[in-house]
């Protein structure tokens, strides 16, 4: 028997993983296709959040040059932006789970079943993996466990190309964050949900640009993300002259929070860990495996315990009452800028981004306390627009119950 079993080997399984071998545990894992595995994904993120766990070494790009463009202005966002060589992303979890003398197993998680002190987890060949505890990492549409149903569930979603362009689609060395210009739309087209761009200048004359929503329910279909980035790249007259990858991005940004009382834990995708007003998550997993996994090896010490005790210790860590209510003030901004038409989102990024840079980074890394977190929305309210500031005093109205839920947590 083991002492913890990892379900999924994406960025949030390895980064559990891996932590839960630094804590001493005796830690297996079950994936389709156990590491080495291709993540295809193109993950991004802040430097500075790297740079206090000094990861830094795990980036491949790094761009000082890093702009937003909204409500007719170019900001500079003098804030380093970088993107993560996965491979080396993954070997990081994989030296540390290789360490702990981790053992992967391949298969698919189909059922569990939860004994008095440990869980058992069967696939449909017939394998079955027993452990103190079960982490489940299988992403947004987890394998074991239970999440309650939501109506209007809203996706990131974004077409992209890394690729070679008859003219640079941005300024040389450049990232940029969001270019909410919408120039090359008809009237008819700035009327559907906003849509913005996202790239970064690759070197040697390389390119990735995507044309994303950042959440939408229905989710911004991929045909319609890839008309508008053709169109916004043919406005400026670039053409596309060559396709290295293209990369479909699809997520749920606000889905439920899993039931507490189960006995296994999630982890990542599949404990809702997506941050739900920028869609952010990397960062987050490799802030918070080492305290979850410590959560876990410490409760398993009790060898009677069973696995819903020690499941019960690691979610009252992962969302305990203060991470639960910021992630209801987070909901009610991803509400407020679904309804935002365009010029008043564009209105939004425009205030947001002329915050103290320490308070708009610690927003979207979500470092900050629950207070710290209103204050700064109090800063921003009396900071921004007549328009802005309208249109969230009907939200704070019709979406009173997540403010509510931000204050009874
Ligand atoms: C295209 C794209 C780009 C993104 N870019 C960024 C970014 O720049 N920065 C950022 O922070 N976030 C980004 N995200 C958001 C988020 O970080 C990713 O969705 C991330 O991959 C989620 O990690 P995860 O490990 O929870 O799930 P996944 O990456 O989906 O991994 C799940 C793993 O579980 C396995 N699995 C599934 N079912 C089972 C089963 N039944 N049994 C066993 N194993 C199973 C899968 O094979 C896989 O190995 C992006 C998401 C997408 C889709």
Known sequence: MFDALVIGAGPAGLAIAAALCDAGLNVAGLAPVPPPVAWLNTYGIWCDELEPMHLTHLLSHRWQDSVAYAAQQTIALQREYGLFDNTKLQN??????????????????AAVEHLANCSCVTTPEGTALSARIVIDASGHNPALLKKPQRDRIAYQAAYGIVGQFSAPPIESQQFVLMDYRADHLSPDERQAPPTFLYAMDLGNDVFFVEETSLANSPAVPFEVLQQRLEKRLAFRGVQVKEVQHVEYCLFPMNL???????????FGGAASMVHPASGYMVGALLRRAPGVAKTIAHAIENLNDPPASIATS???????????????????????????????????????????????????????????MMQMMMHFFGHTTNEVRWNLMRSAWSDRALLWDALVI
């Open 92 to 109: 990081y979890f994989l030296e540390r789970c290789d360490l702990g003398k981790m053992v992967w197993y391949q298969g698919i998680a």
């Open 256 to 266: 439920p929070l899993p039931s507490f009382d189960q006995a296994a834990i999630g």
């Open 314 to 372: 690691a979610w009252q860590i992962l969302w305990s009452n203060d991470e639960r209510r910021k992630r209801a003030l987070y909901l009610f901004g991803l509400e407020n800028l679904m309804r935002f038409d365009e010029q008043t989102l564009q209105a939004f990024f425009a205030s947001f981004f002329q915050l103290p840079r320490s308070q708009w980074s610690a927003f979207l890394a979500n470092t900050l306390s629950t207070p710290e």
